[in-house]
């Protein structure tokens, strides 16, 4: 009884300091002829032949299609099959597994308990989660047994390194270092997601004991450092962490269809996540993770880092409030001045020559990557998911770009960097 009532007491404090109402009041997203927000009908036609092309020569199953300019969706089409061995055919609302897409928004929840004064975002972790005081690096490690020895790290991590993947954590079963893989698996980690009874918190705190690939700061490795955070959200917040984005920011942006755990009414929407084996596509089977793993299983383990699933529509919708400098519908979701640091390098020069920098949340083009074409703006932002799918927005056009698939194992697939070269040349003001 006295757990429900610290419950019902958290979700009334989240409720009284939900999203405030802004001065600035910015229309939800909506459809609008692409020719009033300055793009070419006939320009924009050529994705369609892409994505036709695209399955037709088996690169693809399917995909959705959305662009959207000055506030207004000018395109929003869906292509090819959810699932083929059914035969159901792809429509423009079905829901796809987003994975690591998820980290931008766990971004923008730490950065909305940022903005409440609750942390510094150079604290060390462990100011909050103590078991990751005293972090090791790797030193050596036995493959026969995998035993390993550790010496200790010269930096604590940081809430900032958990953010921009310089932490030194891994990620598992995909981690870049075989070594990193054993030592994952033997521990008992969760990747990416599961339908296995457990909790981040309980995931989280194995982590921590574990060695971390190198100092705290010195280098980018792409990691579980957003699935910590989850579980440093539900610290912070009192209460779980699917509960706080369904009130702090999926029902005030109206993202109605972007959860870890699709609702009885919503499961049938899920695209299938298919591989080509011969020359058919067939649904990919049980590896590490469970494919249905969003409508099935214990509904317990939230990944910050990969466990949402959701719409072109509700992701464009997130894009949109970024766009708009932290506001849709009126409500303010972040300051101008939070969005703006978001926005900027945090990382140095870790990606040199690579056209882009790497935030709070999302991989951004910089200067020399406007120069190289075809990617968008200085300042474009933008990421992808596990599951194949990707997106885009640039501040300066004003462009969203979402293209939705869900497919495993493909390697003739070009349709993510031809949908974004597609978009641009599409702009005709």
């Known amino acids: 009884m006295r757990s429900l009532l610290t419950l019902l007491l958290a979700v009334l404090t989240l409720t009284a300091v939900?999203?405030?109402?802004?001065?600035?009041?910015?229309?939800?997203?909506?459809?609008?002829?692409?020719?009033?927000?300055?793009?070419?009908?006939?320009?924009?036609?050529?994705?369609?032949?892409?994505c036709q092309q695209a399955i037709e020569d088996g690169d693809i199953p399917g995909a959705v299609a959305l662009v959207a300019r000055n506030?207004?969706?000018?395109?929003?089409?869906?292509?090819?099959?959810?699932?083929?061995?059914?035969?159901?055919?792809?429509?423009?609302?079905?829901?796809?597994?987003?994975?690591?897409?998820?980290?931008?928004?766990?971004?923008?929840?730490?950065?909305?308990?940022?903005?409440e004064g609750k942390f510094r975002l150079d604290d060390p972790i462990s100011?909050?989660?103590?078991?990751?005081?005293?972090?090791?690096?790797?030193?050596?490690?036995?493959?026969?047994?995998?035993?390993?020895?550790?010496?200790?790290?010269?930096?604590?991590?940081?809430?900032?390194?958990?953010?921009?993947?310089?932490?030194?954590?891994?990620?598992?079963?995909?981690?870049?270092d075989a070594r990193f893989k054993k030592i994952y698996h033997k521990a008992g980690i969760t990747d990416l997601f599961t339908t296995e009874n457990i909790t981040i918190e309980e995931s989280v705190k194995k982590l921590a004991k574990l060695p971390l690939h190198h100092n705290p700061g010195e280098k980018f490795t792409?990691?579980?450092?957003?699935d910590i955070l989850g579980y440093f959200i539900e610290i912070m917040s009192g209460m779980p962490f699917d509960k706080f984005l369904r009130a702090r920011l999926f029902d005030p942006l109206g993202m109605d269809d972007t959860w870890f755990y699709l609702p009885k009414g919503k499961a049938d929407r899920l695209?299938?996540?298919?591989?080509?084996?011969?020359?058919?596509?067939?649904?990919?089977?049980?590896?590490?993770?469970?494919?249905?793993?969003?409508?099935?299983?214990?509904r317990k383990f939230f990944?910050?880092?990969?466990?949402?699933?959701?719409?072109?529509?509700?992701?464009?919708?997130?894009?949109?409030?970024?766009?708009?400098?932290?506001?849709?519908?009126?409500?303010?979701?972040?300051?101008?001045?939070?969005?703006q640091a978001i926005m900027s390098n945090q990382i140095d020069d870790l990606w040199a020559g690579s056209g882009k920098d790497y935030g709070i949340a999302f991989g951004i083009v910089n200067q020399e990557g406007q120069a190289m074409g075809g990617i968008g703006s200085e300042g474009t932002f933008d990421w992808g998911g596990y599951f194949n799918t990707q997106y885009f927005a640039d501040p300066k056009e004003k462009i969203i770009?979402?293209?939705?698939?869900?497919?495993?194992?493909?390697?003739s697939d070009n349709t993510g960097w031809m949908f974004r070269q597609l978009v641009f040349q599409a702009v005709d003001d």
């Open 401 to 411: 770009g979402i293209l939705m698939k869900q497919t495993r194992g493909t390697t």
């Open 127 to 176: 100011k909050y989660i103590p078991e990751f005081e005293n972090e090791q690096l790797l030193d050596s490690l036995i493959e026969s047994d995998t035993t390993y020895t550790t010496k200790p790290a010269k930096n604590k991590i940081t809430i900032r390194h958990l953010l921009t993947h310089t932490s030194g954590v891994g990620y598992g079963v995909i981690d870049g």
């Open 271 to 298: 695209v299938t996540v298919q591989e080509m084996e011969g020359k058919q596509w067939r649904r990919y089977p049980v590896t590490f993770y469970d494919p249905d793993y969003p409508v099935k299983g214990a």
């Open 303 to 339: 990944s910050g880092g990969a466990g949402l699933s959701s719409t072109a529509k509700d992701y464009a919708t997130f894009l949109q409030m970024y766009l708009n400098g932290g506001e849709l519908n009126g409500i303010r979701i972040l300051s101008r001045t939070t969005v």
């Open 222 to 226: 792409y990691s579980e450092g957003l």
């Open 18 to 50: 939900a999203q405030t109402r802004s001065i600035k009041n910015s229309p939800p997203l909506s459809e609008g002829p692409a020719n009033l927000a300055g793009m070419s009908i006939e320009r924009l036609a050529r994705i369609d032949k892409m």
């Open 71 to 115: 506030g207004k969706i000018v395109y929003h089409k869906a292509f090819g099959m959810a699932d083929n061995e059914s035969g159901r055919d792809l429509k423009r609302d079905d829901i796809f597994r987003i994975a690591s897409q998820s980290k931008a928004i766990t971004a923008t929840a730490v950065m909305m308990l940022w903005e």
